[in-house]
């Protein structure tokens, strides 16, 4: 009898943890550059979705999208311009999504589809302040990057943290320089059914094609985004009643009152 109780206690337990969907993590970055392959003159990506830092392991457009000086290929903004960018998870399709808006006004877009399957509307998400930042290496030369007007789509809520109107970095000869948010972003996006999207302009100065030296992966913003899903009710209930049932029954075994 206490043994089968045992058993049915954790096999409750397990259904309940079982029952908890699964958290989903992705990474984007955008980074300037320009065409022509190698890490000093081109680029395995120039904006990209993944489940690692996007410097490695994401998913990547070579030489879809980059800057360089033949008009053809003039997806960057050149002279210091700024153009729009978008970054979020869509729950519609269950991906996320990294795309900006090419010098012709079109969307420019790489995403990566949640393997676990969809997850909840409530999920609570975390953007660290680690890995939301901008760069600029020590050997981009004169240059600088910048992220401005930063929103978060409707009905998103803000639960930590602050979202700033901007944030930049520049070149200082022979450092890298970083700039990142001072604490944790955490927002719930229930009232938008799930979908959220962090936009802004991103501006570029200093890159090769148009008078300047910054190339390849230089000068980047990148953001991790981390998703967690808040266990439903009936999910807490159910692992409740499995802790209820087993500390019933170490009760009773101390009392001697289950054989």
Known sequence: MRRNSVVLGILIIVSAMGASAQSFSFYSTLRAGRNGGGSAGGNGWEIATGTTPAYSN?????????????????????????????????????????????????????????????????????????????????????????IEGLTLSPNVALLSGSLPPSLA?????????????????VLNAAANGGSWFLSGTIRFSGLQGSGGSALGSQLSFNLGAIGNPTPEASTMSLLGGGLVLLGWMSRRRRMGGVK
Do not use: K, M
């Open 58 to 146: 994401a998913t990547w457009t070579d030489g879809q999208f980059s800057y360089n000086s033949s008009p053809s290929d003039n997806h960057w903004r050149a002279s210091n311009g700024t153009q729009q960018f978008e970054v979020g998870y869509d729950a519609l399709t269950n991906r996320a999504v990294t795309r900006v808006r090419d010098f012709q006004g079109d969307w420019t877009e790489v995403s990566r589809t949640n393997p676990a399957g969809a997850i909840p509307s409530n999920t609570i998400w975390t953007l660290p302040a680690s890995s939301f930042n901008v760069s600029v290496a020590s050997s981009a030369g004169p240059s600088s990057i910048a």
């Open 169 to 185: 970095a520049s070149f200082t000869p022979g450092v890298g320089t970083n700039a990142s948010l001072s604490s944790p972003l």
